[in-house]
């Protein structure tokens, strides 16, 4: 157990899975109180973290939150703030899959709540977390990109241009709130070896095949590897 986030408060939406449950629970060990969400679809996903995080120095504690809703955005920081007192940590990292293909088939309601998830949603957690960032002197708002934010692709969705959007918010949110001592920063992993993924890769032998030769290191990184990135940016060891 580790002391690097000993007091401070996280918010981590879409961690009951993959990147943001090992973040929650790799924050918990190292002394946070994390609040986790997701749309409470599989009630079994919650309680899993819940019991892994019987025995960490930190806590978590989850609340049901879509976050295509702004008002369960606007509940989830308000429970946060009520249990805890403040906000050190936001973690904008819930996802949807967006359904992809030629321009002409891609439906707008389908690009539309691309954009909603992976850019208006975190823009309406920042804007309720901000205001109280500011008021407690300092903060960390770490908003999880993706590698498809870098490169085009044959096959058009709305997330790869919704996650490059996300760096440029970012990169304006740590131009405006870095006098307030408000880091912002952006994560862009690649493939990562989530639950999802590892389901799919077991009837795919060829991709795993592919994946030995497409990645430097001869296969995608583990969630928690990533999640140690994450650590560091929730720390004050990025205090610049």
């Not at 002391?3 to 929650?24: E, H, N, P, S």
């Not at 008002?71 to 050190?88: C, K, Q, S």
Request: proline share 5%; net charge neutral.
């Amino acid at each position: 157990m580790g002391t690097r986030l000993a007091g401070k408060v996280a918010i981590i939406t879409g961690a009951t899975l993959g990147l943001g449950k090992a973040a929650a629970l790799l924050f918990a060990k190292e002394g946070a109180s994390v609040a986790i969400c997701d749309r409470g679809r599989t009630p079994e996903n919650p309680q899993k973290v819940l019991k892994a995080a019987e025995d960490l120095t930190g806590e978590i504690a989850y609340k049901k939150c879509d976050v295509m809703k702004k008002e369960d955005i606007t509940a989830l920081v308000e429970f946060t703030l009520n249990r805890y007192g403040r906000i050190d940590v936001m973690v904008n990292n819930a996802r949807i899959e967006n359904p992809a293909g030629l321009l002409e088939n891609v439906r707008l309601e389908d690009w539309e709540d691309g954009l909603f998830c992976h850019m208006t949603a975190p823009f309406l957690f920042c804007k309720a977390v901000v205001p109280s960032m500011i008021e407690q002197g300092g903060g960390s708002i770490i908003n999880v990109s993706s590698g498809n934010a870098l490169f085009g692709s044959p096959s058009i969705a709305s997330y790869g241009p919704a996650k490059a959007g996300m760096i440029n918010f970012t990169m304006s949110l740590a131009v405006t709130y870095g006098p307030y001592a408000i880091r912002a920063n952006t994560l862009t992993p690649a493939r990562m070896l989530t639950e999802k993924k590892l389901e799919m890769l077991k009837g795919n032998p060829a991709e795993v095949r592919r994946q030995k030769y497409v990645y430097p290191m001869g296969s995608p990184a583990q969630p928690e590897q990533v999640a140690d990135v994450m650590l560091f940016l929730a720390s004050d060891e990025s205090a610049a």
